[in-house]
């Protein structure tokens, strides 16, 4: 138990830390559904998982609406019904603050082959850490904000604040319906909601909590090169022929130079510019660059010094490149000239970027350079999805309630950070409908999103439990705060 926690509190702390296994027992169930987004086979699971959820939420007597997002269209034109989202709410008191949670329980795609050490859809422990895709992007969050819930439930303990919950399965690959389902519901659904938390990024190191008050948005570009009709042998057409993949890798290779630097003209223009003042904010935030450079694996950044670093994740655009469609990737060696190829690649965008400024920098630049080339090939570049940034104000009781749950549970002040992902809905809930949003890590830096030998901490996972479930009862007092001010100041 904590030391300023109040009795209330250490009655729920005890509850979490008494009911571990079943906590883990859960996310180890919601971990084993291979509930990947980005491949359009595994849809069904995908909808699987967001109606494993919907049944939680209903056992835990909240009203639920899995709400349909529609088709999408696949490569060979078939249409792919979308899986739903959930919308629930549980509570409607007109004296309560209205709290709603966003999560995702979609992830990106894992397979033991890439590198893991254990199976990634069996949620392993090993050292005090969870291992499993999307233990930590995001299931093991929204977990812990449900199992928060449970235990107010569970010790027949007054619900501090009205829930409501939208859970989405689609934020993987870039969120398609959702501006549009929040548009339709921002009258109805929304409408009484006073707050909005997003628990889906990290902390900026292992050791200290941090709250998130911006992110960077996403451009993502597909360079289609295609040459003939069908692949050709590299004996018999090697040599006399301009190969799609060469002029491809001619244009990926011209987007960033040896140091970083976007090279497209006009990217930097709109990056709003650093005043003294922000760059004050780098030089106080605590950051161990050696540790990062451990967490990432590699061996030296592209900059040395610790605001540099943080300024190029944060504030400053950058560009990487994912990956080739249609170029041989198996292991061995096949002597072919791929006919078809599509280069992938996206930028991070930072405030005041504007999407459609920078996809028409892009296809601008890209279609001189190949110009240059004298290929007779065909050059398609199109932008599959596009989010944008998101910037939050610090100073509203969102962020006052977090930091006094953070001193609580962990006895000390967050780190007050950005994030260099996206998290789409971010920007959109802010721009429709006017909330406040703040997003509340759980997950420690070292989580490998996205990447191999994702995990959780079982620390982070029971910590970050207690962390919201004090969030509740801090923003009920603070809200409550707030209506008592204004009714003072109405009569007075
Ligand atoms: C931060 C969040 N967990 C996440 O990983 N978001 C994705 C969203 C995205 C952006 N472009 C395409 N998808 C990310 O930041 O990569
Ligand atoms: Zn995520
Ligand atoms: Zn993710």
Redesign the pocket.
């Known amino acids: 138990s904590s030391s300023s926690a109040s009795g209330l509190e250490n009655q729920i702390f005890q509850y979490i830390d008494l009911h571990q296994n079943e906590f883990i027992k859960i996310l180890k169930e919601w971990v084993a559904v291979e509930s990947d987004s980005v491949q359009p086979r595994l849809t069904q699971e995908v909808t699987r998982m967001m109606e494993i959820a919907a049944a939680r939420l209903q056992a835990l007597g909240a009203t639920v609406e899995l709400a349909q997002l529609g088709t999408s269209q696949l490569p060979d034109g078939q249409s792919l019904l979308l899986p739903p989202l959930i919308l629930a709410e549980l509570g409607k008191d007109p004296q309560k603050p209205t709290v709603c949670f966003y999560g995702?329980l979609d992830v990106q795609p894992a397979k033991k082959e890439d590198g893991w050490e254990t199976d990634p859809y069996t949620l392993t422990e090993s050292d005090g850490n969870l291992y499993g895709r999307g233990a930590s992007?995001?299931k093991g969050p929204v977990l812990a904000w449900i199992n928060a819930v449970e235990t107010f439930k569970a010790l027949k303990l007054d619900m501090p604040v009205n829930f409501k919950f939208i859970i989405e399965g689609l934020?993987?690959v870039g969120s398609p319906g959702l501006e549009k389902l929040i548009k339709d519901k921002n009258q109805l659904f929304f409408s009484d909601v006073d707050y909005i938390v997003i628990s889906?990024n990290l902390w900026l190191s292992n050791r200290k909590p941090a709250l998130t008050y911006g992110t960077r948005g996403s451009i993502c570009f597909f360079v289609e090169v295609q040459g003939g009709e069908r692949d050709l042998h590299s004996g018999t057409f090697g040599g006399i022929i301009h190969e799609p993949i060469t002029d491809l890798i001619a244009l990926l290779d011209s987007l960033v130079d040896i140091s970083g630097r976007i090279l497209i003209p006009g990217i930097y223009d709109d990056v709003s510019i650093l005043t003294e003042e922000e760059k004050k904010l780098y030089e106080s935030v605590e950051f161990d660059v050696e540790g990062h450079k451990n967490i990432s694996g590699v061996k030296k950044f592209l900059y040395d010094n610790k605001e540099e670093i943080l300024m190029n994740m944060w504030r400053y655009p950058s560009l990487s490149i994912h990956g080739i469609e249609g170029a041989f990737h198996e292991p061995g060696i096949k002597t072919v000239i791929p006919i078809r190829v599509i280069g992938k690649f996206s930028i991070r965008l930072v405030p005041h970027m504007n999407i459609s400024i920078v996809e028409h920098q892009v296809k601008q630049y890209l279609e001189d350079i190949f110009s240059k080339r004298s290929s007779p090939n065909k050059l398609m570049v199109s932008v599959p999805l596009s989010a944008v940034p998101w910037l939050a104000d610090i100073n509203n009781t969102l962020y006052t309630a977090a930091k006094g749950a953070i001193k609580t549970v962990f006895g000390q002040d967050p780190d007050m950070i950005r994030d260099g992902s996206t998290?789409p809905i971010a920007r959109m809930f802010q721009n429709i409908t006017k909330k406040s949003v703040m997003m509340f890590p759980i997950g420690d830096a070292d989580a490998g999103?996205h990447s191999q030998n994702e995990k959780i901490s079982r620390s982070n996972y029971f910590q970050g439990t207690k962390l919201f479930a004090t969030f509740f009862l801090e923003i009920a007092k603070l809200h409550e705060q707030l209506q008592e001010a204004s009714t003072m100041k109405t009569t007075n």
């Open positions: 995702h992007d995001n934020e993987e889906d998290i999103e």
